[in-house]
């Protein structure tokens, strides 16, 4: 099974300059758990937003055409189908960037979504591909929440293909 998992803003921002819009902390605790002991692919510029290199717990697989790319705890193909086709059919996860996600969703057989209740702020650069209800059928949406550290509306919601 192959899940897109992303945090989108009402206009279906993602984020300005390499960094996410908002910062939620249950957002990012979700994230984790799902993520955990599953492949995670992303493009190069997703894999150099992390401060501290690859994600522990998860398989790195970092989609770049450079060929000479290289960093501790991944593994480099050049297109998403090479990454998808190197995972040999385990539950995998895409987590960026919106050009991979782009490529990603007709292949896609689930989302996970973070609806954050706010337009995207001035500046955002990167967003999120429409998501198609006569594609995808939404099986699970959590009542919504407040992150109390920034304030931020939030809801988690659970996507499947039709």
Not at 6 to 23: E, F, S
Not at 92 to 105: C, E, L
Not at 115 to 128: R, W
Request: charge should be positive; charged fraction near 20%; include cysteine.
């Amino acid at each position: 099974m192959i899940t897109i998992i992303a945090a989108i803003t009402a206009d279906h921002g993602l984020g300005r300059r390499g960094q996410l819009l908002y910062h939620i902390s249950a957002d990012l605790r979700r994230f984790k758990t799902l993520t955990t002991g599953h492949p995670i692919i992303m493009g190069r510029n997703t894999y150099e937003s992390f401060p501290n290199g690859a994600l522990p717990g998860r398989r790195n697989i970092v989609i770049t055409t450079r060929p000479d790319y290289t960093a501790p705890g991944i593994e480099v193909y050049p297109t998403l189908s090479q990454a998808i086709a190197a995972t040999h059919g385990t539950d995998s996860y895409i987590i960026g960037g919106g050009r991979v996600y782009r490529q990603a969703m007709p292949l896609a057989d689930r989302l996970e979504i973070t609806h954050i209740n706010a337009p995207s702020p001035d500046g955002t650069d990167t967003y999120f591909p429409p998501i198609d209800p006569h594609e995808w059928e939404c099986i699970h949406r959590a009542s919504p929440s407040t992150d109390p550290k920034t304030g931020t509306d939030y809801t988690f919601a659970t996507y499947r293909r039709r």
